[in-house]
């Protein structure tokens, strides 16, 4: 069984040096008094620590922790069209918060997003890599005006520029890209839409290595979600507990990234409750298309913590 | 005023949320107080000292309420959860470079004695006007726990009940103080929404019995706004005087739902600063906000306060919006009387 470790990591560690260090240079940054190079020298040295310690936790896939983004809907900032960026707003179910777009139609990809990210963390490992994106529903919702413009055509809007953030991740070696959209899961209403901009994000695209990713809900709300055209779901078994009900009908030929063990929290689950999901789970996938995560990313918890939760998870994958 | 009645006689009342901004003598004096680098007279030395800048200024401004400002928290979170028997792990994000230290809850909830309460009376002696005591309301400490119990990581309610039960005992000993404006604070109040009937449950508990003693505030901000909208009756039917929202950061949307739902003729908090942002704001924004405000509430009931806790701010831009606020009552109660 093989883990995947990605997404967004907690760069605030009062225990490690970089991390100590990117917090300063962070805050001076902000204040002007240090330039763009020094910041992103700091988040490289950051990004590689990370990199060493969830190698040598033993992890088989993973991310580049999404050092140098505040939130991962800080992408839109790459985005021709997108701008203001004044309001605080909190990212449902979470104590975090980012500052909302406001879109002014045509939305354009200026450069490519993730690329240069990409490629530093090519350099440091040679596990296979996830790309990170939230996908064009998620990042809909999370812009301001987009009472005023329309759902639908804002998310068409925004899985345009994915779209192409996609093609050029996989064609620079991303093993995967894995596209977050949990709000579907509190939005069963949207579905219809939510089907017709995935095959906009996903047109032309290798499918096979793009992921969905939800967490915080339970996909069994949602009928035929697991036909919707990526080639890999993330799903979280933590919490809802129903979730592994949905698997009734998971497709032979799709992968599944179980997230077994839960991320919010410093609680320990059991050898044997993972077990026994694990084992729940895999009466309706085949151990081949398994693979096993936490529930949502990492970044909740502190950096020790999160490691710990690694290993663990490392650790079971090995001895079940 | 009479603040035992039902609301205030003052028209237009300011006030602020809680937190002023913590600079980094403080900070460092905190830090070296958890090194064991300083002894803790002297950090609470430098911790009045700054308390009574701040209540110097608020007299100075003429702030019909004024509050502590919070100086002895390093996190809402963090100061009652180390009270009640958690502990403090690093630090997690919260946007941008901001960050905090969660509380992690490996054991039973444990209250030995009174957490604010010394503090309050302390920094209510500093003033003739009624200090407003803040607590954090169990919602908010649960959402923003890190739970290693297996106790409550398998029941939510408890878990939150026995937080709430406590927190009574520290309204209670508030309340024995003297303290006659106590407001709780639950800006975690919506986040997630399978745990609002037990948040609900729990804020109620925490307050149960005392609805006459005092007047009472539930602060909350920042929520979704589809989560609000579930949410807005329920949090109507709670028993405090006053529900505080940050209109400012959302440019007054917020306004919607008390078209929609009413407010119970409760008095409104109305948050017309934003705290997270340098820029400041006009006197006309405010008085716009208020003239909006307006339609709906009698000038007593409205309290012209920030969105939330300044402790982001820098002292200067702190001071400065507080001041806006302040001078902004005064021409509405000029203009709207």
Redesign the interface.
């Known amino acids: 069984m093989e883990v995947i470790v990605c997404g967004r990591w907690?760069?605030?560690?009062?225990?490690r040096e970089e991390t100590r260090k990117l917090?300063l240079v962070?805050?001076r940054y902000?204040s002007d008094k240090a330039s763009l190079k020094e910041l992103m020298s700091s988040q490289d040295e950051v990004t590689a620590l990370l990199v060493r310690e969830l190698e040598g936790a033993g992890v088989n896939m993973l991310g580049d922790g999404m050092i140098r983004w505040?939130?991962i809907f800080d992408i839109a900032h790459a985005i021709d069209g997108c701008c203001e960026f004044?309001?605080?707003?909190?990212i449902?179910?979470?104590?975090?918060?980012?500052?909302q777009p406001v879109a002014k139609l045509p939305l354009l990809r200026k450069k490519s997003i993730l690329k240069q990210d990409l490629a530093f963390v090519s350099e440091l490992t040679e596990k296979p890599v996830v790309m990170c994106l939230p996908g064009p529903y998620g990042l809909s919702l999370q812009t301001r005006n987009m009472p005023e413009i329309g759902l639908e055509k804002l998310a068409y809007a925004y899985a345009e520029v994915l779209n192409q953030e996609i093609r050029d991740l996989l064609a620079n070696g991303a093993m995967l890209v894995r596209v977050e959209e949990p709000h579907i899961l509190?939005h069963v209403q949207d579905f219809g839409l939510f089907k017709d901009t995935s095959a906009r994000l996903l047109d032309g695209v290798d499918t096979l290595r793009v992921a969905l990713a939800t967490w915080?809900g339970d996909t069994n709300t949602i009928p035929g979600y697991f036909d919707l055209p990526f080639g890999t779901f993330f799903v979280d078994f933590i919490g809802e507990g129903k979730s592994v009900e949905a698997l009734r009908n998971f497709p032979c030929d799709k992968q599944l990234v179980a997230g077994i063990v839960d991320a919010?929290?410093?609680?320990?689950e059991s050898f044997r409750q993972l077990r026994d999901l694990a084992s729940c789970i895999l009466q309706h996938v085949s151990s081949e298309q398994l693979l096993i995560s936490t529930q949502t990313d990492l970044?909740?918890?502190?950096?020790?913590?999160a490691i710990l939760k690694v290993k663990r998870l490392v650790r079971f994958a090995h001895e079940y | 005023m009479n603040i035992k009645q039902r609301g205030f006689t003052t028209p237009f009342p300011t006030s602020a949320v809680g937190s002023y901004p913590q600079n980094s003598e403080m900070r460092d004096a905190r830090a070296r107080l958890r090194r064991g680098e300083l002894d803790e007279a002297s950090y609470f030395e430098i911790i009045k000292k700054h308390t009574l800048s701040w209540m110097n200024f608020q007299e100075e401004i003429d702030i019909t309420v004024p509050v502590s400002g919070e100086f002895l928290r390093e996190d809402m979170a963090a100061y009652f959860g180390t009270h009640l028997g958690g502990r403090l792990l690093d630090f997690v994000p919260s946007y941008e470079n901001r960050r905090y230290r969660p509380v992690e809850y490996y054991q039973s909830i444990q209250y030995s004695q009174p957490i604010s309460v010394d503090d309050f009376k302390f920094v209510q002696s500093l003033t003739s006007r009624p200090l407003k005591a803040t607590l954090t309301g169990p919602a908010t400490l649960a959402d923003w726990a890190l739970i290693r119990s297996r106790k409550y990581y398998r029941d939510r309610r408890i878990f939150r009940m026995d937080l709430a039960r406590v927190l009574r005992k520290e309204v209670k000993y508030l309340l024995d103080a003297g303290g006659k404006i106590i407001q709780i604070d639950e800006p975690a109040l919506t986040t997630k929404m399978q745990n609002f009937a037990l948040d609900i449950d729990a804020i109620r508990e925490t307050i149960r019995g005392f609805e006459g003693r005092a007047y009472f505030i539930l602060h909350i901000c920042y929520s979704d706004m589809e989560a609000l909208d579930e949410a807005f009756p329920y949090i109507l039917e709670l028993p405090f005087h006053q529900i505080h929202m940050e209109m400012a950061n959302r440019n007054y949307s917020l306004m919607r739902f008390i078209e929609k739902y009413g407010f119970a003729d409760k008095d409104i908090g109305l948050g017309v600063i934003d705290v997270h942002s340098d820029r400041m704001e006009t006197k006309d924004e405010i008085i716009s906000g208020v003239k909006y405000a307006r339609h709906y509430f009698r000038p007593e009931q409205i309290w012209l306060t920030p969105d939330c806790g300044l402790k982001e701010r820098s002292d200067k831009v702190a001071r400065e919006k507080l001041r806006i606020v302040t001078e902004a009552a005064e021409i509405c109660r000029e203009k709207f009387l």
Do not use: G, I, V
Not at chain 1, 10 to 15: D, P
Not at chain 1, 86 to 90: C, F, G, I, K
């Open positions: 907690n760069r605030h560690c009062s225990s917090h962070r805050n902000d505040d939130s004044d309001q605080l707003t909190r449902p179910k979470t104590n975090h918060f980012h500052r509190d915080f919010r929290h410093t609680y320990r970044h909740f918890l502190p950096w020790e913590e």
